[in-house]
């Protein structure tokens, strides 16, 4: 999954009129992106975007599906590297194979976690299954703060309990929220968790104030600290509130995802599959994967050939951060 895009979108501007409380939450629409092929699958990405790069260390987000994989081929990407980040998977509905150059050959079912670190250098390949036949979750990449950002290739799988709220029901399959903690460690401390709202419910969470935090929903109509977001939005929420508020005001059961952690103050490089902090780190790595260097292994099993990398462009990649955050409360 690529982040090169000529256009990325900008928020949606929520500011209330003069003389009333600034609006807390900045509402980053999705747009429409191509994983490729003849009969590519279109994900919504709503990060990165031109006004913010990262919400903790979180760095990118995917939103697929409900997609019918009859008429649009599902997901086939074939093997491709990754450097500097690590990789999260989580479905609603399907199945997806992964093989990586660690030798992990594992599926990704809903409510299991399937975290892949790419470190140094990594290369693995998604497909959706035989079996499926609507593919729809999320597709997240964290970024590896610098002292680690070279650290070895690893893979985590992790199923979460359900924690009942009272409202709805949490899966907590990064860091703690609502009284569980996920056991799969992180480099930054973060928050990943799947959350269901019942019709009409408001549930009212207990945050870490140093988090900054963004609410991805999946399906319903949520407010998130009174902001409303439909479908497909990402809500952005800066550090200060130690709960959080969220009201699905639609008839049906709403489904989101939140994630948090600390501002993450390193500028980062997102070229294609890469995470670097300069120009040289990019062209490196996309050297080493054009000539199939060892940093990235091989992959077994998939009867495609890897992904060849895209042109560079003719300008200097430059590094890219978050605006200066504002603190909320």
């Known amino acids: 999954m690529s982040t090169i895009e000529t256009d990325p979108a900008n928020p949606r501007d929520d500011t209330p009129a003069v003389g009333k409380a600034p609006a807390r939450v900045e509402v980053l629409p999705p747009r429409d992106v191509p994983l490729g092929g003849p009969r590519a699958m279109t994900v919504r990405r709503t990060l990165p975007q031109r006004a913010r790069t990262l919400i903790g260390a979180w760095c990118f987000v995917d939103h697929y599906g409900p997609d019918d994989v009859a008429k649009t081929g599902g997901m086939d990407v074939a093997p491709h590297p990754h450097t500097g980040l690590q990789t999260v998977s989580w479905l609603f509905t399907g199945e997806i194979e992964h093989r990586d150059s660690l030798g992990v050959h594992a599926f990704v079912r809903p409510g299991e976690l399937n975290l892949m670190t790419g470190g140094h250098g990594i290369s693995h390949s998604e497909v959706s299954t035989p079996a499926t036949t609507i593919l729809h979750g999320v597709q997240l990449w964290v970024a590896l703060p610098e002292q680690h950002r070279h650290t070895a290739r ?56 140093a988090f900054e935090h963004g609410l991805l929903v999946d399906r319903g109509e949520v407010r998130m600290a009174g902001t409303p977001l439909r479908p497909a939005e990402l809500g952005y929420l800066a550090p200060g509130p130690a709960t959080l508020t969220l009201t699905n005001t639609s008839a049906e059961t709403a489904r989101t995802i939140l994630l948090g952690g600390p501002p993450f103050e390193e500028r980062i490089i997102m070229w294609w599959n890469f995470i670097g902090r300069s120009h040289r780190d990019i062209v490196e790595a996309r050297e080493e994967w054009q ?4 940093r990235f292994g091989s992959v077994t099993g998939h009867p495609g050939d890897r992904l060849p990398a895209p042109v560079l462009p003719r300008t200097t990649l430059t590094p890219r951060g978050n605006p200066p955050a504002r603190q909320n409360g």
Request: aromatic share 4%; net charge negative; glycine share 10%.
């Open 291 to 294: 000539r199939g260097s060892d």
């Open 154 to 209: 690893d893979f985590h799988h992790h199923v979460p309990r359900p924690v009942p709220l009272d409202g709805g029901e949490a899966r907590v399959f990064l860091g703690s929220l609502a009284g569980d903690t996920s056991p799969v460690p992180t480099f930054t401390p973060l928050l990943g968790a799947e959350l269901t709202l019942h019709p009409h419910a408001t549930v009212t969470l207990a945050l870490d104030p």
